[in-house]
């Protein structure tokens, strides 16, 4: 069920015409009676209707996403393109613009899949789409039916406005990113000719506004961590619970634990998440940045001071390091005997230009445990270069979000986990991401969380940014200049 709060922002944030507008504040619209509304009229009711599809992810059933944007896409002519994978439950969907084919095309990419909920910590239901407060409660809000949302509707609003278009623009919304294998890299091996592009926007940066509501910063992701998972396997004697040995297998792992509860590895920046930092030293508080600039410039000393501090921040201390997250423990069966092996699993997120060998070899070292083996049980995605800041898509979205938020600062960004660009990177093509809406420091912490949000006016904002990059990328040179 959808509410739409007489309270609520809704109707003038988003621009809807009067009369629905009005209808609007004042009636609780179930989701049967909105599927017969124009609710497509903006971001944030498009938004609400994606989130009541649930897409959790396992199972990850994306053709009702499908379903919901095929008729807005093919309404505009758009050439719609439903794409099955050997698992009936997902499917990846494209709309594709025809331009008048003179530049390769401009691809927007948004991954229709969430993950799951903890339900009882929401303070509402999270697959109701509810907006209350100027905002989209839901999962999925921020990451990324809020992106699907934004993406959609500034690529439908080219089509509205009869916008000549220089190159195709192609929307994907795409299975099975939170979870694999039916992901972007499946698709691109079996259906390359659908996906290929100049360069794709997907995933990845953010827009972080501080607590008035002015932006921060604006940070566009050029390149993704690495992710692999290490194992570390401890053999001991199997003997009788009642005589204990000193190599038992589960204090092996334990110490092994212990130690890696101590450890911290080396500071290591790419030239982009330096300068994502030397944002952050110019537009945090006083105290903040002189601690940002410490950490860049300071001294021995001052760096591991910084370091320390900076690093009570999970996301930013995930961006200046490879990091190490012990996440499964498995070992022993039954009371009374001591097993013979224990495992620890490791997931490993790795900064581009890291040796994924030498990080398994540095972990040996400092275990330092001949009763213990230490393996890359999977290793990372080849290594791709970072897309680079001169990509016109790039200089086209920094403009736009300067534009859109004249007191922020746009920095290139090395996001903290893996998105679906590995596809494209991969094969050279530039992919930049971003998370197209305003939100704080709280609202971002929600992603993958409790009570995931998006204010009405971010989307709308985070689409007319979107709008004028699509334009300024795609939209023909001659239709410019009329
Ligand atoms: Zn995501």
């Not at 649930?54 to 994306?62: A, E």
């Not at 339900?119 to 109701?128: H, I, L, N, T």
């Given at each position: 069920m959808l509410r739409v709060l007489r309270?609520?922002?809704?109707a003038w944030a988003v621009g809807l015409p009067f009369a629905y507008a009005a209808w609007c504040t004042t009636a609780t619209v179930t989701a049967a009676t909105a599927g017969a509304q124009p609710l497509t009229d903006s971001t944030a009711l498009l938004l609400s209707r994606l989130i009541q599809a649930?897409?959790?992810?396992?199972?990850?059933?994306?053709q009702q996403i499908a379903d919901i944007l095929g008729p807005l896409f093919r309404a505009r002519g758009f050439q719609v393109d439903i794409v099955p994978t050997p698992d009936s439950a997902k499917v990846h969907f494209f709309a594709r613009l025809k331009g008048n084919g003179s530049k390769k095309p401009l691809l927007l990419a948004a991954h229709a899949d969430v993950v799951g909920v903890e339900?009882?910590?929401?303070?509402?239901?999270?697959?109701?789409g509810v907006i209350k407060d100027g905002a989209v409660y839901g999962r999925g809000a921020i990451d990324f039916k809020g992106g699907i949302a934004v993406f959609a509707r500034a690529a439908l609003l080219l089509a509205d406005r009869k916008v000549p278009l220089d190159r195709d623009v192609i929307f994907l919304a795409e299975a099975d990113e939170e979870g694999a294998p039916m992901n972007t890299s499946w698709l691109a091996r079996q259906h390359w000719d659908k996906m290929d592009a100049e360069f794709a926007l997907n995933e990845g940066g953010w827009i972080i506004k501080r607590e008035d509501g002015r932006v921060q910063y604006v940070s566009i992701s050029t390149s993704d961590k690495r992710v692999m998972n290490v194992v570390l396997t401890a053999k001991g004697t199997s003997t009788h619970a009642s005589m204990p040995l000193p190599d038992n297998a589960l204090v092996t792992i334990g110490r092994a634990l212990a130690k890696l509860g101590s450890y911290e590895t080396p500071l290591e920046f790419t030239p982009d998440s330096r300068r994502f930092f030397e944002t952050l030293a110019a537009t945090s508080d006083a105290a903040s940045g002189k601690l940002f600039t410490e950490l860049l410039h300071g001294t021995a000393a001052q760096v591991s001071a910084a370091d320390r501090a900076i690093s009570r921040d999970a996301l930013l201390h995930s961006l200046m390091r490879n990091t190490i997250a012990p996440v499964i423990v498995a070992g022993g069966f039954r009371s009374n005997v001591i097993p013979g092996s224990a495992e620890a699993t490791l997931n490993v997120r790795l900064i581009p230009g890291s040796d994924p060998e030498a990080f398994v070899q540095s972990l040996r070292t400092l275990f330092n445990d001949p009763l213990l083996t230490v393996t890359m049980a999977s290793a990372p995605a080849a290594a791709t270069a970072a897309s680079a800041d001169t990509s016109l898509l790039y200089r086209a979205l920094a403009a736009e979000a300067k534009a859109q938020w004249p007191e922020a600062q746009v920095t290139p960004y090395l996001f903290q986990a893996g998105t679906d660009a590995a596809a494209w990177r991969s094969r050279g093509i530039p992919v930049f991401g971003i998370y197209p809406y305003p939100i704080s420091n709280d609202e971002l912490r929600r992603m993958h969380g409790n009570d995931e949000r998006v204010s009405v006016e971010s989307l709308r904002q985070g689409t007319e940014m979107l709008y004028r990059t699509l334009v300024r990328v795609a939209g023909s040179t001659a239709g410019r200049s009329r």
């Open positions: 309270s609520s922002p809704l649930n897409s959790s992810n396992p199972p990850g059933h994306t339900r009882e910590k929401w303070s509402v239901d999270p697959f109701a």
